[in-house]
């Protein structure tokens, strides 16, 4: 397995030296968790990363995840990063640990009202289009607060922060209108919500989004190479 997935190796130590001199440039040396996007990624490759340290995987589809949930080690943490259909949470309430791709109340409260059937809590993030794309999902910024006041007052549901897809051009200028939303719902302190968690940037940006205040970066191609599919959530 060293012989075939060595180059994931090789991507994972450019990657923790990329991130830990944005880290120590901007952010006083605390860096983000890195998590390995995993669709279209075998779960041979996905078990190597997580041989190599990576504890945090991103799937996108449900079908996928489905096929492949069982192949995996069991020690990595997985969150949910993709568009979700609420006909589709009742097959991933169990084994997640985060979705972060709740853009509705109508998709909060069936993974409330799943996750208490359940018997547990689950962490969710805030979509949110930054970028106001038509292509992309997400709550717009003028209505998140409205949305997160609601979501606070749902059982079995713990909104721990926001992740975002800002668009490719001019990304940097997403990443800190990201940042500056962030920070200002922190300031809130809505009851109910806790601002723990700032999920973005990818293979193209993760870097920049380091020094914006990421908490969590997602990274695919970057570590896994080149697939056949676009660059959303990858």
Do not use: W
Not at 24 to 39: L, S
Not at 95 to 120: C, F, W, Y
Not at 124 to 150: A, F, M, R, T, Y
């Amino acid at each position: 397995m060293k012989n075939e997935f060595g180059y994931i190796s090789e991507n994972l130590r450019v990657i923790k030296e990329n991130a830990a001199e944005a880290a120590d440039k901007y952010r006083g040396g605390v860096m983000p968790r890195i998590m390995a996007v995993t669709k279209t990624v075998s779960p041979a490759a996905v078990n190597y990363a997580v041989s190599l340290g990576i504890g945090l995987l991103g799937e996108n589809r449900v079908q996928e995840f489905l096929s492949k949930q069982e192949s995996y080690d069991p020690s990595a943490e997985v969150h949910f990063i993709g568009h979700l259909q609420t006909n589709k949470v009742k097959y991933i309430i169990e084994p997640m640990t985060m979705i972060q791709s709740v853009d509705s109340l109508k998709l909060g409260t069936e993974i409330s009202r799943l996750a208490a059937i359940h018997g547990k809590t689950m962490d969710v993030l805030c979509e949110v289009n930054i970028g106001g794309e038509d292509s992309k999902s997400g709550v717009s910024p003028s209505e998140l607060v409205p949305l997160l006041e609601q979501l606070a007052q749902l059982e079995g549901i713990r909104v721990k922060g926001l992740m975002t897809i800002p668009p490719p051009s001019d990304g940097d200028i997403f990443l800190g209108k990201m940042e500056e939303l962030f920070n200002n719902i922190k300031d809130r302190n809505i009851s109910g919500i806790s601002m723990d968690e700032l999920s973005m940037g990818m293979t193209h940006d993760y870097a920049e989004a380091i020094q914006h205040g990421s908490t969590i970066v997602r990274i695919g191609t970057g570590l896994f190479g080149a697939r056949d599919y676009g660059t959303k959530n990858a």
